[in-house]
């Protein structure tokens, strides 16, 4: 077991990957993977091209026509997903479905983010701790559901999360490779979502707060890390858009004014749909609690609770100042574990943790921060929230482990609790599945509890999916189906997988359609009211549910 111990993460990895490609063939499309095939589309044309005719394909206006397509996100993913089409499905025919083929990047990155996790944790804590924040973050089923799209929330988590692990490195091993490594990362993260402009202030409070530790040598080489990054990131960033390639500034800034300025959605929260400021505070405290298992947020509050003691008395020791009683005995934890050495290294660890995290959460202290896509909006914390639960188990384990003498109850014990604090995640994520946007806790009664207490049902449009068997029964030859929130992109992509007929065919016009579907929001009920006017009848065909909440419906005008 100890030559498997290095490999278990990737082994993890490989394995979540394998679980996720298996179930994407019942999971709907929402509505930006639309978009992002369209935009993958175009930019793999223009590959085609630079490799035919090089000089043509660098000219500005064959540039601007093939990438001003979803020009307000960079570029990286959507490349990535043209490349898994065109080398897993295309030409090596591993995977026959196209849309799969995109959705694969997703899936590898949610794998690259588990590999991470174990890596960092087991240098931490040890293979227990690795291990735990594997299943932690792995079985979020928010985090299950936004795998196995082909979009940026699992990619850019991921890349922030290896982003850190390589910044980590660099500072406490000293190596150039991992400086190299956490600048390309930056790079890489630059190109996949604006989260990134987040992170160069987390790195400079941390290098601040390892000052205050007195920790110089570490400090002295995370400015130089940090510079590298600022530096060689946008180099990176510039190099791999084309669109910018030409009015460079302006283009830039139209991008960052995109974000800065975003638009805002409708969102239900407590029974209240929000489509402007001010918005709560407590959106994203409220939606952790009511989508992330209980019992990773208790291991995560333990480990968050630990780390922050052993912090403080760091601190107030090198200010020789008396420690508080109640935080020596929070420090004592890791003294008394095994394997886990309380050291610079360990406390820098542990601060970049808490740090990371709570720069995620940041722009939700604000009130006048849009809120349009749910807890995919902090999802960049999820893995230092699982990190933080794996310390936790750790501990948990170690305290277990120091009242029990016999091996034998050592090891039964450890098994029990392994099972008891795995098991919860694990059947709500399987349970979760093909619905992930629907899903809530017990914590809050399930998505039946949810809905009395006015949290969102769906949105994106991804449950056309479960009822595709409706739609192909009773669709007449040629029929047109409305198709309310889901993009014309994603329901093509259906019927390119073979999942919708392929003589069905996808409008947003309700008058024109013979099938409509409605997807449930509040502010949405004036669409389905207008589909009773012209269809002439209040009941539904079929209906989607989720643990006995509808989500879903589709309506099918009467025969005259």
């Given amino acids: 077991m100890s030559r498997l111990e290095p490999y ?36 793999a044309k223009w590959f085609e091209m630079l490799w035919a005719t090089p000089a043509r394909a660098l000219d500005r206006a064959v540039l601007d026509y093939h990438w001003s397509v979803n020009h ?66 792995g079985l979020m089923p928010r985090v299950f559901y936004h795998a196995h799209l082909a979009c940026f929330d699992v990619p850019v988590m991921s890349l922030w999360l290896l982003t850190t692990f390589a910044y980590s490195r660099a500072i406490h091993d000293g ?30 409070v941390h290098l601040l707060l390892l000052l205050v530790l007195g920790n110089r040598g570490p400090a002295k080489r995370a400015a130089r890390v940090l510079a590298c990054m600022l530096l060689l990131g946008p180099l990176v960033f510039y190099a791999s858009w084309p669109w910018i390639w030409h009015d460079t500034w302006q283009r830039v800034r139209e991008y960052v004014a995109f974000h800065t300025g975003h638009e805002y959605y409708n969102m239900e929260f407590l029974g209240q749909t929000y489509h402007r400021p001010p918005m709560p505070l407590s959106y994203a405290p409220v939606m952790t609690l009511a989508t992330v298992p209980s019992i990773v947020l208790l291991l995560f509050g333990l480990g968050a609770l630990g780390s922050g003691c052993m912090l403080v008395t760091a601190w107030l020791g090198r200010q020789k100042w008396e420690v508080p009683r109640i935080l020596g005995w929070c420090s004592r934890f890791p003294a008394k574990s095994e394997g886990v050495e309380l050291s610079a290294t360990t406390l820098g660890t542990l601060l970049l943790w808490l740090l990371a995290l709570l720069a995620s959460y940041a722009p939700w202290l604000s009130s006048n921060t849009p809120i349009f896509g749910g807890t995919k909006h902090w999802i960049t ?66 998505a039946p509890g949810a809905a009395t207490l006015g949290l969102n049902r769906t949105f994106w449009g991804y449950t056309t999916g479960s009822l595709e068997s409706p739609i192909n029964d009773h669709a007449p030859r ?55 006017e012209n269809y002439g009848t209040v009941s539904p065909l079929a209906v989607a549910t989720y643990q006995g909440v509808p989500v879903a419906w589709l309506y099918q005008r009467p025969h005259r």
């Fill in 72 to 137: 307000e996100h960079p570029p990286l993913m959507k490349v990535l997903f043209a490349l898994a089409h065109a080398v897993l499905h295309e030409r090596l025919g591993w995977i026959a479905s196209p849309g799969t083929a995109y959705r694969a990047v997703g899936a590898l990155m949610a794998g690259v983010a588990l590999a991470t996790q174990y890596a960092w944790a087991r240098r931490v804590a040890g293979p227990i701790a690795g291990v735990a924040a594997v299943f932690a973050l």
């Fill in 478 to 532: 040629n029929a047109a189906l409305y198709l309310h929130d889901t993009a014309l992109g994603s329901f093509e992509m259906l019927e390119r997988d073979g999942r919708i007929r392929s003589d069905i065919r996808g409008t947003l016009d309700i008058a024109s359609s013979g099938l409509a579907l409605y997807h449930h929001e509040p502010h949405m009920r004036r669409v389905e009211f207008q589909i009773w």
């Fill in 381 to 446: 914390a999820y893995p230092f929230m699982a990190l933080l639960a794996g310390l936790g188990f750790r501990w948990t384990i170690d305290a277990i482990h120091r009242s029990l003498s016999a091996p034998r109850m050592r090891t039964l014990s450890t098994t029990v609790v392994a099972a008891v604090t795995l098991a919860p995640p694990l059947v709500m994520t399987l349970a979760s599945h093909p619905f992930g946007l629907s899903f809530y806790t017990p914590l809050v009664g399930g």
């Fill in 175 to 204: 190596r150039k490779r991992w400086l190299w490594g956490a600048a390309l990362a930056y790079g890489a993260l630059l190109c996949t979502k604006h989260n990134a402009w987040l992170l160069p202030p987390v790195l400079v």
């Fill in 8 to 43: 278990l993460g990737v082994l993890l990895a490989l394995s979540y990957v394998g679980w996720l490609l298996a179930t994407m063939s019942s999971l709907g499309y929402a509505r930006d993977e639309g978009f992002y095939f369209y935009a993958a589309e175009h930019y």
